[in-house]
């Protein structure tokens, strides 16, 4: 009975305790959490502005960007890599082959490959490589373009 | 004073082997302190390490919740979402216990933190050990408080924000509980409200600490109700049956209504449907998948395996309007294309291996700055090793174990098979290492118990405890559970070969 009694009481006391800390927690000041395994998405590759598309270019299909790089043979040309969503690989065609027209580009500078045997479902379904004239970093001061995360530049394939 | 010895004297005679293993067992619980103390001076200066950053994140955004519900201001949604619901990776079980620290102290520094969290795993691990002793007898708290008690890894996460220790002791309270509402429903005591709702919370909380408990829980959830159905068969006196049926409903209750806020919350950040946590589709894809199609492709390579997965997972997120977590299942299924069996049970042995080599291997990333102490990496690597021999021992017996002496007996080995065979689903399911055994480790220290006390038994030498006969059903359970066991285990070896 004795050790009920001092259980009970303890109880209380660790309840009182809790209510007071809570109570007056505002008062200790704010913690700071950073953040640091959830950090921001990175700027599109197309949109930060570090290495723009050439003049009148423009992708309307949902695409990611996944390389970016220079390459030296067998002409110096840019080498980009995207990958297209929720369009069948006929239509991005039909869309890119309107899009490098206006932009003065040739159709034969992206190159269209549907993934091989994702299910009618799938977000993702294909991958365009386009070769394009080089571009220099347009912004070199923005930390954003030193940032491959973003830029998604990498070396020479 | 002659009456004082006298009744001294009565008691040591009527119960003198559970006087001297009650000693014992403050003796080991003293060791066990010096030891988290030598242990959090190892660490105290040590900075979080890896996932520990999520944890102490998310402690101090739950701090600022509460702050913030006190003084009657909006929720910070940005900051629960990015540093509690995170990648949805983990459930904010360490982080709730971390709490009430960062709400004294918001900015407190890690030693502090580490201090907290070795005095809350310890405090937790006195209330396993005094239920274990409860329930099951004091010797049973002897075992457990060695193995794994005084294995100094294991103390050693006990300084650390991973949830996998904690998790492991209150997976002992839920095999303890469980073993006390059976046995009394045997014994024709129908659990009461009270019990089921305690059920219900050591559950949840598990699965908080370590969201790879839900296996295990759903085993010995299945395992209570069939309890319930098989002993009140027939029993329809004063409504025994509704009345246990109420208790194991009510424990259901609270572990939902404990969880949702979680999953609604997760699943609300994410854009997606959120259960538990988000790890599996991506623990698959990384562990059994082409790791050079895990993103259609090659992730990107300035990032990790887990993190650069998801980063891409949000890009597409952000360029179709899908949630991300949508986006993680379709990636690995993707990933895990062309997976034969024979590769996939290859991968599973190997992951056992990462999962058994190596027990004291984080001992080398936990320590101080200043840390020249190399005499206490030799210390921690060197005992743990000896005494995971016993782990292992232990943990072999708990899955191959048959046992028709005692009632008692059968239902923990049962309740064991349940705690490690719903823990080793991990390993099949996703890369391992050496920081998930502390989440088996008391089961394979009840387990050894068992099997001492069994033995002892045998010999005569224990005394039997008003034991209620064996049961035939309980015995077919084990072995049931057992031949479980032995078919995966031929199946890999098969498949290996």
């Known amino acids: ?157 | 004073m002659t009456a004082v010895l006298e009744k001294e004297s009565v008691a040591a005679v009527s119960r003198p082997r559970r006087s001297r293993a009650d000693l014992l067992l403050l003796v080991l619980v003293a060791s066990h302190l010096v030891l988290a103390w030598v242990m959090w001076t190892r660490v105290q200066e040590r900075t979080p390490i890896g996932d520990e950053k999520y944890y102490l994140d998310a402690a101090r955004a739950l701090s600022n919740l509460v702050r913030d519900l006190v003084s009657l201001h909006a929720p910070h949604g940005a900051e629960l979402r990015d540093n509690v619901v995170g990648n949805g990776w983990f459930m904010p079980g360490t982080p709730l216990l971390m709490t009430p620290l960062l709400l004294v102290l918001p900015h407190a520094d890690i030693g502090q933190v580490r201090l907290y969290v070795s005095v809350v795993t310890t405090l937790l691990l006195i209330a396993a050990l005094l239920d274990v002793r409860r329930v099951l007898g004091p010797w049973y708290a002897v075992v457990v408080a060695v193995i794994p008690g005084l294995i100094p890894m294991w103390v050693l996460f006990g300084a650390t924000m991973y949830g996998d220790m904690p998790a492991g002791i209150l997976l002992v309270l839920l095999v303890t509980r469980l073993v006390a509402v059976v046995r009394g429903l045997a014994a024709g005591h129908v659990p009461t409200l009270r019990q089921g709702a305690l059920l219900g919370l050591v559950a949840v909380g598990s699965l908080y600490v370590r969201g790879s408990t839900m296996p295990l829980l759903a085993g010995m959830a299945a395992a209570a109700l069939l309890a319930v159905l098989w002993l009140l068969r027939g029993r329809t006196r004063r409504g025994e049956r509704r009345r246990a049926l109420g208790a194991l409903a009510l424990s259901a209750v609270v572990f939902v209504a404990l969880l949702l806020p979680w999953s609604i919350g997760a699943s609300h950040a994410l854009g997606g449907r959120v259960v538990t946590t988000t790890s599996v589709p991506l623990g698959l894809g990384n562990t059994f998948g082409d790791p050079t199609l895990m993103c259609y492709g090659p992730c990107d390579p300035d990032s990790t395996m887990w993190f650069g997965p998801v980063r891409y997972s949000r890009e597409v997120a952000r360029a179709t309007g899908h949630s991300e977590v949508e986006v993680q299942g379709q990636m690995a299924s993707y990933a895990l294309r062309g997976l034969t069996p024979h590769r996939y049970a290859d991968q599973v042995v190997t992951d056992f291996e990462n999962y058994l080599r190596e027990p004291a291997g984080y001992a080398e990333v936990l320590h101080g700055p200043h840390d020249a102490a190399v005499g206490q990496l030799t210390f921690i690597t060197r005992v743990t090793g000896w005494l995971f021999w016993p782990v292992i021992l232990g943990g072999v017996a708990v899955l191959l174990l048959v046992t028709r002496r005692s009632y008692d007996a059968q239902l923990l080995s049962i309740g064991l098979k349940l705690f490690l065979g719903g823990l080793l689903v991990q390993p099949f399911v996703h890369v391992a290492g050496s920081r998930y055994w502390p989440t088996a480790a008391p089961a394979a220290g009840l387990g050894l118990a068992l099997v001492l006390g069994l033995a002892a038994r045998a010999r005569g030498r224990a005394g039997e405890r008003g034991d209620r006969p064996a049961s035939r059903v309980l015995t077919w359970v084990q072995g049931l559970l057992t031949a479980g066991v032995a078919l995966v285990a031929a199946a890999l070896a098969l498949l290996n070969a």
């Open chain 1, 1 to 157: 009975m004795a050790k009920v009694t001092v259980v009970r009481i303890l109880g209380w006391a660790v309840a009182l305790v809790a209510v007071v800390v809570v109570a007056l927690s505002p008062r200790f000041g704010r913690a700071e959490p950073t953040a640091d395994y959830r950090p921001p998405v990175p700027a599109d590759a197309l949109a930060n502005g570090c290495y723009p598309l050439p003049a009148g270019l423009r992708f309307d299909f949902p695409y990611q960007v996944r390389s970016d790089a220079d390459v030296a043979t067998p002409r110096p040309h840019r080498r980009l890599v995207l990958q297209y969503d929720e369009r069948d690989a006929a239509t991005v065609r039909r869309m890119l082959d309107a899009e490098l027209s206006a932009a003065g580009l040739p159709a034969g500078a992206a190159v269209v490959t549907p993934l091989d045997g994702v299910p009618a479902g799938s977000i993702v379904r294909g991958t365009v490589v386009l070769t394009l004239p080089r571009v220099a970093d347009q912004r070199p001061a923005d930390p954003t373009c030193a940032d491959p995360a973003s830029t998604k530049r990498t070396a020479a394939p």
